[in-house]
């Protein structure tokens, strides 16, 4: 139905819950109940990604269970156990020039302000106190770095992201 590189994972099915076709959610979102804000979903059932609609859903302990459209017993939740929950991209909403979600951050350059390439965002990571750019080095840096940590700290080490050329310019020593 829709090709798996567009789409956005927003959590997977967890195991059921109850005998109604209840399942448990385990949710990637900044808080377990945006998940729901999000219709229809996508689910990924052997490989093929199948729209479906959230029939019910509440709150559980710290999580979330739901129970699809589709999934009328235990029988039918056992059989959607781990299967990853996406939407398409125009489902999200669209941010200001300044703001972006991680997945348009990962593959840019990371360049410092000295024009010097530091490589490629590899992935984020979420800390305490902000969250942090994993940087994969190119492979004959200079410095014999493999890996980079970079603060995301806007104005400060983030001086510029730049959507077009797909750049990030920090201030950010290479050998650091």
């Known amino acids: 139905m ?5 789409n956005v994972l927003l959590g997977c099915i967890g195991a059921p819950y109850g005998i109604k076709g209840w399942v ?12 729901f804000e999000y219709s229809p979903w996508l689910l990924e059932v052997a490989g093929e990604w199948q729209e479906v609609e959230v ?10 269970v ?19 929950i996406a939407v398409k991209p125009d489902q999200l909403v669209e ?11 990962i593959g840019m350059e990371v360049k410092n302000t ?11 990571m979420e800390t305490g106190s902000n969250d942090v750019l994993q940087v994969k ?6 410095f014999g770095k493999k890996e980079r940590l970079i ?7 983030v001086i510029n992201i730049n959507r077009d050329t797909r750049v990030i310019e920090v201030d950010w020593d290479p050998d650091f």
């Open 95 to 105: 941010l200001d020039d300044n703001d972006f979600y991680w997945r348009e951050l």
């Open 151 to 157: 603060p995301l700290v806007d104005g400060q080490v």
């Open 2 to 6: 829709s090709n798996s590189s567009e």
């Open 114 to 124: 000295k024009g010097y390439n530091m490589g490629h965002v590899d992935a984020l």
């Open 66 to 84: 739901a129970r699809l459209a589709e999934c009328s017993g235990r029988d039918d939740a056992v059989r959607l156990t781990s299967c990853k």
């Open 55 to 64: 029939a019910e859903w509440r709150p559980h302990g710290k999580g979330v």
């Open 24 to 35: 448990k959610i385990t949710t990637y979102t900044d808080s377990p109940l945006s998940i």
């Open 137 to 142: 080095a190119n492979i004959r840096d200079a």
